[in-house]
């Protein structure tokens, strides 16, 4: 995953879920929801991923 950043992290995939689709409305961004919970216990967390070109501008849009 060279070409993407990590601009959000949550235990709520679902929170993550609408900041893609956000992210993609909004400012045109795809982005990707990368599970890292320990699926039989439910610990951990989810990240927000975009390319890399994309990341500066995801991150001012997700701080407003």
């Not at 959000?8 to 409305?25: D, F, G, T, V, Y």
């Not at 989810?46 to 991150?59: C, F, S």
């Amino acid at each position: 995953m060279n070409n993407w950043t990590v601009v959000a992290k949550s235990e709520s995939l679902e929170h993550l879920e609408m900041l893609k689709i956000n992210l993609k409305e909004n400012c045109a961004i795809d982005a990707i929801v990368l599970n890292k919970k320990i699926s039989g216990y439910q610990i951990g967390f989810g990240e927000l991923l975009v390319p890399n070109q994309e990341a500066d501008l995801a991150k001012e849009y997700l701080e407003k």
